[in-house]
């Protein structure tokens, strides 16, 4: 992180307060911004969603933001009234230690479920969380921390984009190793650059970002309460709005950046030993390949014949088959890892050890599917299904 180029003008800082059993990780998190920024938002689509998300959808988009606060062990969902008054109360003891309104500064929270926040502990946190704000990379390091809860490692990207204005910066962050399904955001995710942006801009790119990264992901299928992606702008690199070219390109890089950060979360899913990469054309459209890669990643018989290294085919076909998706079996066909296995109808003569082996040794097992219907095209990213995940997901209370 030494040698990373943060976007100017943002302060970070991340540490333990006191929600989180283990006082080595931290749990509370700020990402402020120095200037007003724009932000935009895309969120949970699952009805059951927490306080916080409510906060952000009413105050976005909005162009005075400054500050994203974040905390980790507590989801703040089902909590009723109280848990809306909770997050009241996390804005305003941020607000005031910036001296902003209340308004400006947007909340995440993740961790269990219906339980209320312990604001004895939250009240005070943002105290010392605003006394250590810091534009370093290893307080920058310290907020990715504090976002995470089932996580293994801190999830960030990084780009420095050319314009015909100079660089512009954007660093994301996002945690996710479970209760991830395909259904915006997945996850939470903050992505700070100091570009100008437009607003509606700003809000259209980062929902095609988002259909294109986090809706293409999967752990279990299971979409979350709390599911946040959240874009700050602030302008500091130049101050001039990007339009034509150079907008194209922060938009792709934005893209990029963001299916390089949604492919971390099921990488790092809960007692996976595998990213599956599932891609599908030749379907009437790219809506039908969708379906029908969502249909294989979403399959448990398949997860777990990845799990075990073993080019179970018929799973993977029948997954396909059942996709609510129309095409003709003769046209069909199946590579995994780059070894045919079914046209025509039925299986291809294949060595069953040396793809096994190619399973075995490789974190991404690719999943490629041809239906030969047209030129529809989708790709998604799933995590294999273990005998660990079960053993987690049974001890662990959500």
């Not at 209340?102 to 969380?129: F, R, Y």
């Not at 259909?211 to 752990?219: A, D, G, R, Y």
């Not at 938009?251 to 492919?263: H, M, P, R, W």
């Not at 046209?343 to 050890?353: C, G, L």
Request: glycine content about 8%.
């Amino acid at each position: 992180m030494s040698n990373v180029e943060l976007p100017l003008g943002y302060l970070f800082s991340g540490h333990h307060s006191g929600v989180k059993t283990d006082e080595t990780s931290p749990d509370y998190s700020i990402f402020a911004s120095e200037v007003d920024a724009l932000c935009v938002g895309v969120f949970t689509q699952n009805l059951v969603c927490a306080a916080p998300v409510e906060w952000c959808r009413d105050h976005t988009p909005h162009v005075t933001c400054r500050a994203i606060v974040v905390n980790s062990g507590n989801a703040n969902a089902c909590t009723g009234q109280q848990g809306r008054q909770d997050v009241v109360a996390m804005v305003s003891a941020v607000a005031d230690e910036l001296k902003i309104d209340n308004e400006q500064v947007l909340v995440m929270s993740t961790g269990i479920i219906g339980v209320h926040l312990e604001m004895d502990k939250l009240g005070p946190a943002a105290h010392t969380g605003c006394i250590q704000l810091d534009s370093t990379p290893a307080a920058f390091l310290a907020a990715a921390q504090g976002i995470l809860t089932t996580d293994k490692s801190e999830k960030i990207v990084h780009r420095c984009i050319e314009t015909s204005q100079g660089v512009v910066r954007l660093t994301a962050v996002a945690k996710g190793a479970g209760m991830i399904g395909p259904n915006m955001a997945t996850m939470l995710a903050c992505v700070l650059t100091d570009a100008e942006l437009g607003i509606e801009d700003a809000q259209r790119m980062l929902t095609v970002s988002a259909n294109e990264s986090f809706n293409c992901i999967s752990v279990e299928g299971h979409t979350s309460t709390n599911d946040t992606l959240l874009l700050m702008a602030n302008g500091k690199a130049n101050g001039t709005v990007l339009a034509g070219g150079d907008l194209q390109t922060f938009a792709d890089e934005l893209t990029s950046a963001l299916i390089e950060l949604a492919k971390m979360i099921p990488a790092d899913g809960e007692g996976a030993t595998h990213l599956m990469e599932i891609s599908v054309s030749g379907a009437a459209g790219d809506s039908d390949a969708r379906k029908v890669a969502d249909s294989v990643g979403a399959s448990n018989l398949v997860k777990t014949c990845v799990a075990g290294a073993d080019p179970n085919w018929g799973r993977i076909v029948s997954a396909a088959g059942y996709a609510g998706v129309d095409f003709d079996l003769k046209d069909l066909q199946l590579e995994l890892n780059g070894f045919l296995l079914f046209r025509n109808e039925m299986p291809i003569k294949f060595d069953d050890t040396e793809v096994s082996n190619s399973m075995q040794n490789t974190f991404v097992t690719n999943i490629d599917l041809v239906l030969g219907q047209g030129t529809g095209r989708a790709t998604i990213w799933s995590s294999d299904l273990t005998c660990e995940y079960v053993k987690f997901n049974s001890d662990y209370h959500t």
